[in-house]
Each structure stands twice: as C-alpha cells, then as structure tokens.
C-alpha cells in the first residue's frame, strides 16, 4: 500500500486521540496571542506602568519555559498525559474567568504564571504524543497540530478587538509628554496616545495613573468569551480517558498508552522478568525522556558528539525562529506607531492579526507540502524567507505597505519551521533522542530571551532597530541551519534509515525496534 493510504489508515486507527491532541494546541494558541491587543486595557485595570506590566510577559514566558522542561516527566504512561493535559486546559479556561478580576499587576503576572505553566506542559506532552503514534508519518500531523496554534492565536485578538476600549485611560497633558526623551514618554507613544491627543481637554491630574472606571468591564467580556469557547477541549480529554478506562481511581489493570496493535505500552518489566523477553510491543520506550532524564541518561555516554551536536544546533536554530515569532507579534504594532510610518494605532492594531492570520493560513498550505516535500528543504525555505523578508523591510522601513505585506510574508515563513524541524531532527535520530524535550525546550527559551532583547533595544536605540534584530536573528538561524546540515553529515546512519515503508499493520515502534 502507497505512503498515503498508510497515514491515512493510521490516521483512522487514531483519529480520536489525534483530535484531542489538536484541540488542546487550540488552547495553547488561544492563550499565547490575547496579551499583545489587551495590553492598555490591562494596564487601565491594575493602574500599572509600562515597566510593571512587562512582568506579566516574562512571567508567561519563564514559566512556559519551566513548563515545555518539566512536560516530560508526564510521559510515562497515557494516563499521565492525559491527566496533564486536561489539568492544563482546564487551567486556561480558569485563568481566562480569573483575568478581569485581577487589580494589582502582581497578581495578574502570578496568574500568567501558571497559564504559562499550563501551556509549556501541553507543548511538550501533545507534540511527544503525536511523534510518538506516527514517528516517520509525523511531519502531517505536526503540521495540522501546530495550525490550531495559529488558529487559537488568531481567534484571541478577533474576539477581543470589539471589547477594547477607545478611549485612552492615560493622561493627555501630562508632563511627561514635555520630554522627548523620557522613557515614560516613549513607551506612552509605544501605545498609541498620539490618539489621545486628539483629547486636549483632558482633566487628569496624575500622569501614568489610569482612572478607576469601567474600562476594564467591557474587556472582561473578551476573556469570560474565550473561556467559553476554550472549555469543550477539557472535556475533549476526558472523554478521551474515559474511553481508555484511565477514570476509575483504582483499576486493577495497567492502563494502555494507545491500543497495543498502535503504540507501544510505557510500563515497566517485573524486577525478575528480562525486558528482551517481551514482544517489541511491550518493550519499554527508550526515547522522548524529560529534559533532566535526558541529560542523565547513562547510555547517552556512549554516543557519537554528533548525536549532541544536532540536539543543540536544532534547538538553536528554533531559539532564533521562534523567538522571532514571539518579539515580532509582541512588538510590530509599537514599531508600526513610531516614526517613521507613524501608522494610526487602530490600523496598527491590524498587524498582529495579520501575522497570526498568515500563520494560521502558512500551517494550512504545510499541511499538503509536508507530505510531498522533506522537512529539511522546508526548514531551509522557510529560514531564507525570513531573512529576505527582513531584509526587504529594512531597505524599505519608510513604506506602510511593505510593512503589511512584510509581516504576511514572515507568518507564512515562519509558519511551519518548528514542526518542520522537529519532524527532521526526530527523522536523524531515528526516534531514540530527547529531540522533542530540548526542541521545545529551546524554542520556549527563545520566546522568552529574544523578546526581552528586542523590547530593551527598542527602547534604547529607537524602532529601526527592531529590523535590524531580526535581520541578525534570521542570519543566525540559517548560520545553525548550516551547522545542523553539517551534524547531520557526520552523524553515522543507523541501518533503519534506509528500510523500506512498513507494513500497514505494524506499529512504527514494532518496525523500528527490529
């Protein structure tokens, strides 16, 4: 049987899990893109400044990082992921009711905190998940795993725009808008109070302090919405561990990870009973370890440098690319307002939902690239992209309209490359790695590291270098493309490489360990 009617019979073998494992990215998009159009509303309703309410954005991303890291370690059996995913769904849910109540800055960053927790945990777990059904087949799946990503993040910004408020709660007059200089007066431009002052009549007092009223009521309604529509994916999990009999508290039966003819169980062997004894079927699952087992693990001692070389250089490569993801969404409209486009802070606005739109719309397109095109040459078009990209911008900073056609540009290049590239660092290590952990790992650091540098730089030297950071950024990641391809190389091929598809009723796992 053909390549496609294989994934299409696995797909159907384990349509269920494969959507539910779809879903819950749906959450994770859902959560990642709501703070960067909210932001103003959110500073109105914890009377906070712009330095204050950063902390919000570093404490999501630290603790996505801590998140993606600590991911693993629900791996072991089904039961365990699926347990972390519905916890972390449902947290979503809960964080989204909890936002409009959250008055000082403190706590709204301690509730991001554990939404970013939430959402590294369903990075890590639902991308191990999928890698593991399909393994070979995975390059599709990942592909139409991280489009609800996009589709999340660009369903958060369209829900919340007709609950924003219009007018400005920040002073107009005030004295900080006398110095040009002042970092005050420049995050205040950041967001958008040339519309304010279209206000001169004005009658506050206290420059930076938002007004206590009902700004923050009508944006409630945004996160009460997203929490709606959020829910169904909890519930989606647990249908789902009540379909595999994983609800009852004191089952005298292991749970299985997926049927046995479809994944590999995750239990161990009795202390007295050989391992090598079992079916391949049963055999423990050596790969795909949390990111400390990884790094612990005694028989990594004996692998070629190469095998570490490729982990580092394709969490290098997606440090760069994601975290360009991160800071361009972040920090695009605060370049649109400032000179020189000097774009009107509504139709700035448009931009961050064009970049996730043509995300959404780029992991679409890769879902049937993916399966005729290698995840290397897509990883290698998708990074020159980015660097054309940012280069057009940069020579042409002044016009309005590259500027959106730009940003289309890079969410469609950026679009598929961590899907993409883990599908090809899996595919080098034949599955017997912690690709997945230090993948996501790496890319979690990125989100986090890369937007706090290009936010410091912004403020520093002014907007123009905010191309010019993604310029060197994109330069770097084609830079750790190359070294990747060069690992790759010199890392010696394992005979399974090279074997013929398998047959259609063998689970991948079976035909690897042969």
Not at 51 to 62: A, D, E, G, H, N
Not at 70 to 94: D, E, M, N, P, Y
């Amino acid at each position: 049987m053909g390549c496609d009617g294989r994934v299409s019979e696995l797909l159907r073998r384990n349509l269920q899990p494969t959507l539910t494992y779809w879903s819950v990215f749906f959450s994770f998009g859902l959560c990642i893109a709501f703070l960067g159009p909210t932001l103003l509303d959110l500073r109105c309703q914890t009377h906070s400044s712009l330095p204050q309410i950063s902390w919000v954005f570093f404490s999501q991303q630290l603790c996505l990082l801590l998140g993606s890291a600590l991911g693993g370690v629900f791996k072991r059996t089904l039961a365990q992921s699926l347990w972390a995913l519905f916890t972390s769904t449902l947290a979503i849910s809960l964080v989204f009711v909890v936002i409009p109540f959250c008055r000082d800055v403190k706590v709204l960053a301690s509730v991001m905190a554990l939404a970013g927790l939430a959402m590294g945990c369903i990075d890590t777990v639902a991308n191990m998940q999928l890698v593991r059904i399909y393994q070979k087949d995975s390059a599709v799946f990942l592909q139409v795993l991280h489009f609800f990503v996009g589709f999340g993040a660009l369903l958060s910004p369209l829900i919340a725009d007709p609950f924003l408020s219009e007018a400005n709660c920040f002073p107009a007059n005030s004295t900080a808008n006398t110095t040009t200089r002042s970092h005050l007066f420049h995050a205040s431009q950041i967001l958008g109070l040339h519309h304010a002052k279209a206000q001169p009549g004005s009658n506050q007092t206290v420059p930076g302090l938002p007004p206590k009223g009902g700004t923050e009521v009508r944006v409630s309604y945004a996160f009460w919405i997203m929490a709606l529509i959020n829910l169904p994916v909890p519930m989606a999990v647990l249908f789902l561990l009540s379909k595999e009999r994983l609800l009852t508290c004191f089952s005298q039966r292991k749970p299985l990870l997926l049927p046995a003819d479809e994944l590999a169980l995750e239990t161990r062997p009795p202390e007295k009973e050989d391992a090598s004894s079992l079916p391949p079927k049963f055999q423990p699952y050596s790969g795909h370890e949390d990111l400390f087992s990884c790094c612990q693990r005694k028989n990594c001692r004996g692998a070629p440098y190469s095998f570490f070389a490729i982990h580092v250089t394709a969490a290098l490569v997606l440090f760069m690319t994601d975290g360009m993801t991160g800071a361009y969404s972040a920090f695009v409209y605060s370049y649109a307002v400032e000179k020189p486009l000097s774009v009107g802070h509504k139709v700035a606005g448009y931009l961050p939902s064009l970049f996730w739109g043509f995300i959404t719309l780029g992991r679409l397109i890769s879902i049937p690239i993916s399966s005729r095109m290698r995840p290397v040459t897509m990883v290698f078009t998708n990074v020159i992209g980015v660097v054309v990209t940012f280069l057009v911008l940069l020579i042409f900073s002044s016009n309005v309209i590259f500027l959106f056609v730009g940003t289309a540009s890079l969410g469609l290049f950026l679009s598929s490359t961590f899907p993409s590239m883990l599908a090809y660092t899996e595919d080098i290590l034949q599955y017997k790695g912690c690709a997945t952990t230090v993948l996501v790992t790496g890319a979690g650091i990125g989100e986090m590291v890369l937007q706090m540098l290009v936010g410091l730089i912004f403020q520093a030297q002014g907007s123009y270098s905010f191309l010019v950071c993604g310029v060197i950024f994109g330069c770097l990641a084609f830079t750790f493309y190359v070294l990747l391809l060069f690992f790759h190389r010199m890392h010696p091929e394992l005979s399974s490489a090279s074997t013929p598809d398998r047959p259609l009723g063998m689970e991948s796992s079976d035909y690897y360990q042969r």
